[in-house]
T-cell receptor, first 112, second 115 residues
Framework: EDQVTQSPEALRLQEGESSSLNCSYT??????LFWYRQDPGKGPEFLFT???AGEEKEKERLKATLTKKESFLHITAPKPEDSATYLC?????????????FGSGTRLSIRP | GAVVSQHPSRVICKSGTSVKIECRSL??????MFWYRQFPKQSLMLMAT?????????EQGVEKDKFLINHASLTLSTLTVTSAHPEDSSFYIC???????????FGNGTRLTVT
C-alpha cells in the first residue's frame, strides 16, 4: 500500500537554529514529490517539486532533497515567519491520473 | 503564476440550507480539480476528483448527493453542500492541476459553519 509518513509531527526551534523535516514514502514508482507550506486557516502554498533521486531545490532558507525512499526539507537559520505546517505529498507512478498522497504534516514553530 | 481563487472564504448557514463554494484557476487551465476537507490539526482528506465536462469521482464514504460537484469549464469547479447539518461544518479546500504531472495548486479554503 502506498504510504507517506512525515516526522516529526511537531518541531519547536529557536530563531536561527537550523533543522530538517523528514518525509518517508513507500509507493509504486514516483512521478513527483511535492512540498507545501500551510498557514493556519489558509490553503497549502506550493514550495517545491522533486522528480528524481539526487535532485535538490532551494528557496530562501529552505532546501528540499530527494532519495529513493525519503525527502528532507532543510531549514537554515529559520525566522519566526517560517512557522507553519509543512506538508509532503507524493504522486505515485502508475499513471498521471493516480491520486496524490499527502503526509500528515510537520507543525514547525520558531521562537524569536 | 498558478493562482487558484476560492470563494467564499467563510460562510455561516442554517441547518437544512445549501451552500455553494466556487474554485477558479485564474491563470491556467485546470484539467483536473480536487476537493478536500480538513479537520483541525489534521491533514487533507480528499473528497472528490473532477475533470472538466465529466462527472466527479467521489472517495469512499463521501455522499455524492450531499456534496454536489460541477466542473463546467477548464477554470471553474463548484462544490455545493446540500441540506447542510452541523456535522458538515469544516474547512473545505479546492485544488487544481494543469497537466498530469504538474503539482496541485490550492485555493485559500472555505470555513463552513452550520448552525
Amino acid at each position: 500500500e502506498d504510504q507517506v509518513t512525515q516526522s516529526p509531527e511537531a518541531l519547536r526551534l529557536q530563531e536561527g537554529e537550523s533543522s530538517s523535516l523528514n518525509c518517508s514514502y513507500t509507493v509504486s514508482g514516483l512521478r513527483g514529490l511535492f512540498w507545501y507550506r500551510q498557514d493556519p486557516g489558509k490553503g497549502p502554498e506550493f514550495l517545491f517539486t522533486l522528480y528524481s533521486a539526487g535532485e535538490e531545490k532551494e528557496k530562501e532558507r529552505l532546501k528540499a532533497t530527494l532519495t529513493k525512499k525519503e525527502s528532507f526539507l532543510h531549514i537554515t537559520a529559520p525566522k519566526p515567519e517560517d512557522s507553519a505546517t509543512y506538508l509532503c505529498a507524493v504522486h505515485p507512478g502508475y499513471s498521471s491520473a493516480s491520486k496524490i498522497i499527502f503526509g500528515s504534516g510537520t507543525r514547525l514553530s520558531i521562537r524569536p | 503564476g498558478a493562482v487558484v481563487s476560492q470563494h467564499p472564504s467563510r460562510v455561516i448557514c442554517k441547518s437544512g440550507t445549501s451552500v455553494k463554494i466556487e474554485c477558479r484557476s485564474l491563470d491556467f487551465q485546470a484539467t483536473t480539480m480536487f476537493w478536500y476537507r480538513q479537520f483541525p490539526k489534521q491533514s487533507l482528506m480528499l473528497m472528490a476528483t473532477s475533470n472538466e465536462g465529466s462527472k466527479a469521482t467521489y472517495e469512499q464514504g463521501v455522499e455524492k448527493d450531499k456534496f454536489l460537484i460541477n466542473h463546467a469549464s477548464l477554470t471553474l469547479s463548484t462544490l455545493t453542500v446540500t441540506s447542510a447539518h452541523p456535522e458538515d461544518s469544516s474547512f473545505y479546500i479546492c485544488s487544481a492541476r494543469g497537466h498530469g504531472d504538474s503539482p496541485l495548486h490550492f485555493g485559500n479554503g472555505t470555513r463552513l459553519t452550520v448552525t
